[in-house]
């Protein structure tokens, strides 16, 4: 089994894309027990990061970190969140999709697909 991951990063002050949002994959179950990462990348201009995870997921849980602050601190707006931390599990060959919705002082984020 192996499942495939994306992410979508929205403003959602803006209503836009967030471009520029560093974001990285850890594995806490098998070898990356550790945490060790297994993907990293950078939304473009869709707030999309293609080929997050190139080898795919094995069932397990991961968490993936996007670092917000550097994202607003380059648009001169103050925010609470340095970083936004998602942990979830992958439990049947699938697409796992994450959003994040984004703004200085909340975000929301879901199961897609």
């Given at each position: ?19 520029g949002v560093a ?32 080898d795919g997921l ?12 550097s994202f607003f ?41």
């Open positions: 089994m192996s499942s495939s991951l994306s992410t979508h990063v929205l403003d959602a002050v803006n209503g836009t894309p967030a471009t974001v990285t994959v850890f594995s806490q179950t098998g070898a990356g027990t550790d945490g060790q990462p297994i993907g990293a990348g950078t939304t473009d201009d869709d707030g999309r990061v293609p080929g997050l995870v190139p094995q069932p397990g849980t991961y968490r993936i970190v996007f670092a917000t602050g601190e380059r648009a001169g707006v103050r925010a609470f969140y340095p970083e936004v931390a998602i942990t979830f599990v992958v439990d049947e060959d699938r697409h796992y999709h994450v959003p994040l919705l984004l703004s200085p002082f909340a975000f929301s984020t879901y199961r897609g697909s």
